[in-house]
């Protein structure tokens, strides 16, 4: 395989998805009825008002609940590359990834006995 | 390089030890109710984490993990500084973990977890596996400044340092990997070896690197111009995580300071030490003339800090084993005295906290003014104290090696921190009392942690022929060992 044979395949799905989606925006445009309302011109923000002060309140929960799934998330990432050369690494590879998991584990455990698990 | 081996574990005992007592912390964090409880088990494992340290030097260095990590007599002698810092730092929290609603297990966990970063980072001998040390240390300060919720100012401050103290550890990172482009490793010995080879003046890769992290190292240890986060952080953290901060946080600084600049970008150009000269210069003055203008007792403290972190470095300047002898010599003293003058300000409670707080305590409690007259006399410089042996080493150091405009600068500034420290003494001797005497007894483990770092400050100032010999024989095995490796490769 020559080294620049294996870039065709990313050039290939860039064009499948402009051609795609340039399609879609092109036909909805001349295909479709218009039938502008209020809502449909505002800008569109997955939902959310547009434009707010942000005094509102959050709770805090949201907040948590991400913050763990994001640390839990990304030091789970460790185990992919882990998973590669376990075979080579043996049974000191095991123990590391027992040892991380189990300090992994504590702060699980942690939280979990903290309350930040309930949804409260 | 084939994971860890047992030999390469047992060189980490120390650290382990830290580890695990808090990880056993976090686990039952909310089954310990009891503080005393949780301090005797930080003890417990400071103690036996820097006699493990003792323990493990042999005559000749011994690296681990494909020699990113290295047990010598200097990280063994900052191991056991550290571990008697916070040794302090646990005997001293007594009183406010009680006063403020902390849960002490999670508290004493950040701490061992802090310390645990540092001993790390004393034995780096890799820009990375330093700069894993120094995170772990400060993203538990962070916490540990924080960790008073309910006080927003608590909130700010923490707030503050973390968002500096990223930046600085961007910096450092960033010369991490300019020094990767410009020598193909991190690995102190191949820098070195870099270094040597070509001089720094002509490779503007490698001297942007060098100053990237000699940056990032400079916020650690709060020399000026990196200062600005100190005093915001000393003020807000509650007194005895300031005192933690001061003593321990700038010693581990100082270690990984000192390593870097003599092991790793030593050149005979001088290069390094010219950087060191701007910081020292810099910190003594600035941080002697803005102590002057304090009113709150931690942020005269924390100004106090940065001039003597700027008086710590004189020693480095001269690239010499002995000039790193004077340095460690100030580095252990500094700690002790420091410690004790913050200790008096926690033993005091929220009237120790501002400079009024201090009018006529003499005539309340004349012993805890008298330990904090020789607190403050030491800080000073004054003899027979161990501070005056600290800036005598130091500054000794830095006449032998011809910087005489850098020794009058030090000497001049010692005058002006005299006028900040009298003044306090000044305050509790000759005014009248203005805050009515509070009945309470200082905590046992608050007198002993007094107690033992009042010990040190008078004898290290009377007898301080142990420390230095001490001091000098950690560096001659690390000097030793240095040119074997040189061989080596």
Redesign the interface.
């Known amino acids: 395989m020559t080294s620049g044979s294996e870039y065709v395949g990313i050039a290939v799905s860039f064009l499948l998805a402009a051609g795609i989606t340039g399609a879609m925006v092109v036909l909805a445009s001349t295909l479709g009825r218009k039938r502008p309302s209020l809502a449909k011109s505002g800008p569109f923000e997955s939902g959310k008002e547009p434009f707010s002060l942000p005094r509102g309140k959050l709770a805090i929960k949201f907040y948590l609940t991400a913050i763990l799934f994001i640390l839990f998330d990304v030091e789970l990432v460790f185990l992919y590359p882990w998973a590669v050369v376990f075979r080579e690494l043996g049974m000191v590879g095991v123990a590391e990834m027992a040892v991380f998991l189990g300090i992994l584990m504590v702060g699980y455990v942690y939280a979990w006995d903290s309350g930040a698990l309930k949804w409260q | 390089m084939?994971?860890?081996?047992m030999d390469d574990l047992a060189l980490l005992i120390p650290e382990l030890i830290l580890v695990s007592t808090a990880?056993g912390f976090?686990?039952a964090?909310?089954r310990i109710e009891n503080a005393h409880m949780a301090t005797a088990g930080t003890i417990f494992a400071a103690l036996s984490a820097a006699s493990a340290s003792v323990w493990l030097v042999s005559d000749s260095a011994r690296t681990a993990f494909g020699g990113m990590f290295i047990v010598d007599g200097y990280s063994q002698f900052f191991k056991v500084l550290i571990g008697a810092a916070l040794a302090l730092t646990a005997l001293v929290s007594e009183r406010r973990i009680d006063v403020e609603s902390v849960r002490p297990a999670e508290y004493h966990a950040l701490l061992l977890l802090a310390s645990t970063g540092m001993m790390f980072a004393a034995s780096a001998f890799d820009l990375l596996t330093l700069y894993l040390g120094l995170e772990l240390t400060t993203l538990c300060s962070y916490i540990l400044v924080g960790i008073t919720v309910e006080r927003p100012k608590s909130n700010e401050a923490a707030i503050k340092y973390f968002l500096l103290g990223s930046f600085a550890s961007a910096l450092f990172l960033y010369g991490v990997s300019l020094t990767f482009g410009a020598t193909g490793d991190t690995g102190f010995a191949t820098v070195a070896l870099a270094v040597s080879e070509n001089t720094l003046r002509n490779n503007a890769v490698l001297l942007a690197a060098m100053s990237l992290i000699g940056a990032g190292l400079a916020f650690k240890i709060a020399a000026v111009p990196f200062h600005a986060w100190a005093p915001d952080a000393y003020e807000g953290a509650s007194a005895p995580v300031a005192a933690f901060l001061a003593a321990a946080s700038k010693a581990a600084g100082l270690a990984a300071l000192g390593r870097v600049a003599l092991d790793a970008f030593a050149s005979p150009s001088g290069i390094a030490s010219g950087f060191l000269i701007g910081l020292a210069a810099l910190s003594i003055s600035v941080g002697s003339i803005l102590a002057v203008s304090q009113t709150d007792m931690k942020r005269l403290l924390a100004y106090s800090s940065i001039a003597h972190a700027g008086y710590a470095l004189l020693g480095f300047i001269s690239g010499t084993t002995e000039g790193a002898s004077a340095t460690m010599t100030y580095a252990f003293l500094y700690v002790f005295m420091t410690l004790g003058a913050f200790g008096v300000v926690i033993a005091l409670g929220k009237r120790g906290e501002s400079l009024d707080g201090y009018q006529g305590l003499a005539a309340q409690r004349p012993g805890t003014a008298a330990l904090m007259l020789l607190f403050l006399l030491s800080l000073t410089g004054i003899p027979p104290t161990a501070g005056f042996v600290a800036k005598f080493v130091v500054i000794q150091s830095v006449v032998s090696t011809g910087h005489w405009m850098l020794a009058v600068l030090a000497v001049v500034c010692t005058v002006v921190t005299a006028f900040v420290y009298l003044r306090v003494a000044v305050l509790m001797y000759m005014k009248e009392p203005q805050t009515p005497e509070e009945p309470a007894r200082f905590p046992t483990a608050v007198s002993a942690a007094l107690a033992i770092a009042a010990l040190v400050t008078v004898l290290g100032g009377i007898l301080p022929g142990p420390l230095t010999r001490w001091t000098d024989s950690a560096l001659a095995a690390k000097s030793a060992t240095s040119i074997s490796r040189n061989v080596d490769r």
């Open positions: 084939n994971g860890a081996s990880l976090i686990l964090a909310r």
